[in-house]
């Protein structure tokens, strides 16, 4: 049964880090113009049962010179939207939308962090156990800096943002990792994930969900220029199966090569 719940827009590919476990592939970086973002939106309210938007994919969303005025533009849209439910009474009406987005941490100053705060419902910041393996697997980085930025937003967040910390893990970080949700136990979320490949993605995510794909039903992305894909795992753009501008969201997404190597789909 094809219902797009939610929909994840890509500010941008490019990356401050190079971690070690990232999958971005060679795919042609951008950002994301105001024009597409625009588009985006309006094609996202046509489709009432859309009532989340995740506001990153592959890449560091808060290096978009606009991302706080695409924050400030979902926000600004008010109208009722369908949220399908598990238990009665199955359908509820809200107003406007739930976001989300994923960030490294580095960029997420405290005055960068006061301004989205109370604005966006779930922050999630990587940060991958010690000191010494974080600044080993994300390469580029600062533990110091990300801790910092992730405490402040922790201990100054408003009620309606929650803030999730999240860990992937790989033998160099299982160790570090031992005493990772007790270190971080103030957060909103503690998440642990297996290092990501494209498999690992998929199967950690949707674990039981053999026969049917969440993605393929309720989901999609809009990368940064336009392209249409599937899955949270295709970070690479080896699902894509269509354009913003040619055809549209509207027309949804249909299983890519990357789904014939998925445990869920075949
Ligand atoms: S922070 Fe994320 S997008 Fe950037 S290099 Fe690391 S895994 Fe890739
Ligand atoms: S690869 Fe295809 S089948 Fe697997 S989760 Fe993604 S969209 Fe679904």
């Known amino acids: 049964m094809k219902i797009l719940t939610s929909v994840a827009i890509e500010p941008t590919n490019h990356c401050n880090f190079d971690c070690v476990m990232c999958y971005r592939g060679e795919r042609e970086r951008g950002y994301m113009s105001w024009k597409t973002f625009i588009e985006v939106m309006y094609q996202i309210k046509k489709i009432r049962t859309i009532n ?92 110091d800096t990300i801790k910092r930025n992730a405490l402040y937003a922790i201990f100054h967040k408003m009620p309606n943002t929650k803030i999730a910390i999240h860990a992937t893990k790989t033998t160099q970080t299982q160790e570090s990792l031992k005493k990772f949700k007790s270190d971080w136990q103030n957060a909103d979320e503690v998440t642990i994930i297996d290092a990501h490949n494209e498999n690992l993605v998929r199967s950690s995510r949707l674990p039981q969900l053999s026969l049917y794909c969440h993605e393929l039903n309720h989901y999609l992305v809009v990368l940064w220029n336009g392209d249409i894909t599937t899955c949270c795992g295709d970070l690479a753009g080896r699902n894509i199966c269509g354009n913003l501008f040619n055809g549209g969201i509207s027309k949804g997404t249909k299983p890519g090569s990357l789904c014939k190597e998925c445990n869920i789909y075949r």
């Not at 005025?69 to 600004?76: D, F, G, H, L, R």
């Not at 962090?113 to 980085?141: H, M, W, Y």
């Open 52 to 143: 989340l938007i995740g506001l990153n994919f592959a890449g560091e969303p808060l290096l978009h010179p606009n991302f706080l005025e695409m924050i400030n533009y979902i926000n600004s849209q008010k109208d009722f939207r369908i949220v399908l439910q598990s238990h009665f009474p199955f359908v509820a009406l809200k107003r406007g939308y739930s976001i989300a987005f994923t960030t490294n941490g580095s960029l997420l100053m405290p005055e960068k962090f006061d301004a989205l705060n109370g604005k966006v419902d779930r922050i999630q910041i990587s940060i991958d156990g010690s000191k010494e393996d974080t600044e080993k697997q994300r390469v580029g980085s600062s533990y």
